[in-house]
């Protein structure tokens, strides 16, 4: 099952949200393939993709009506998809954990904030499974700083809202009399406005997708590339 040619147009554009979803369909199949004492990784793993497909719908839907906020939001949640998917590996370097018992006990319930994992004295939170997976790429911390305001009600929508301002007029005594359209859209965004969010989302996708494959293969369900 060998990737496919990775589309020739810019990163991000639609032909490689279709790129991405191709391999996760093409990946899916080796998944059904997983031994039975790996049954739960697999249900795991299965979890995380429709997650990842959920997700993917509503943030292209999202940008196509020009909700950059929501699509914010929804960046946030596919990598905190990626984080916790992450923690098979951090089962499997904590003493008396697999990664198939760490997936049955997360789907029994337990909640992974209150594990301990990697021999770590903190508990595993978002911040520390992303700390755990920033080497992979220089830019998860800051992609996590800017979009985790978006996922509480916070200073983020309060930056949001001014942004949506149709005009501003200074005054005579120095104040400012902003004129601010508020709806569910963003309010005349630029041309390319969107572009480094849709590659953020993509790119997530693509290491979940790298997970994904790394795990088939050493379930002896896929031969590596």
């Not at 959920?54 to 998809?81: P, W, Y």
Request: with cysteine.
């Amino acid at each position: 099952m060998n990737e496919r040619a990775k589309p020739s147009g810019r990163f991000g554009d639609p032909d490689w949200y279709e790129f991405a979803k191709g391999e996760i369909f093409r990946l899916t199949e080796a998944l059904l393939k997983y031994p039975p004492e790996r049954e739960c990784e697999r249900h795991f793993l299965l979890a995380a993709v429709r997650r990842t497909l959920s997700l993917e719908k509503a943030f292209t839907h999202a940008i196509g009506d020009h909700n950059g906020q929501m699509g914010m939001t929804l960046v946030r949640l596919n990598l905190d998809t990626l984080a916790r998917a992450y923690a098979l590996y951090w089962a499997e370097e904590t003493v008396g954990m697999t990664a198939e018992s760490f997936a049955r006990d997360f789907a029994a319930g337990k909640v992974i904030r209150k594990m301990k994992l990697r021999g770590a004295k903190e508990k595993a939170t978002d911040a520390w499974l992303i700390a755990q997976i920033s080497p992979l790429a220089g830019w998860i911390q800051t992609v996590y700083e800017n979009t985790s305001g978006a996922i509480h009600f916070s200073d983020f929508h309060v930056r949001q809202l001014f942004q949506q301002r149709e005009s501003m007029e200074k005054m005579e005594d120095g104040s400012l009399k902003v004129r601010l359209v508020l709806g569910g859209a963003d309010h005349s965004p630029p041309d390319g406005i969107y572009t480094e969010v849709r590659q953020a989302f993509l790119e997530i996708t693509l290491m979940l997708i790298e997970l994904i494959r790394h795990r088939c293969e050493r379930a002896s369900v896929l031969k590596p590339d």
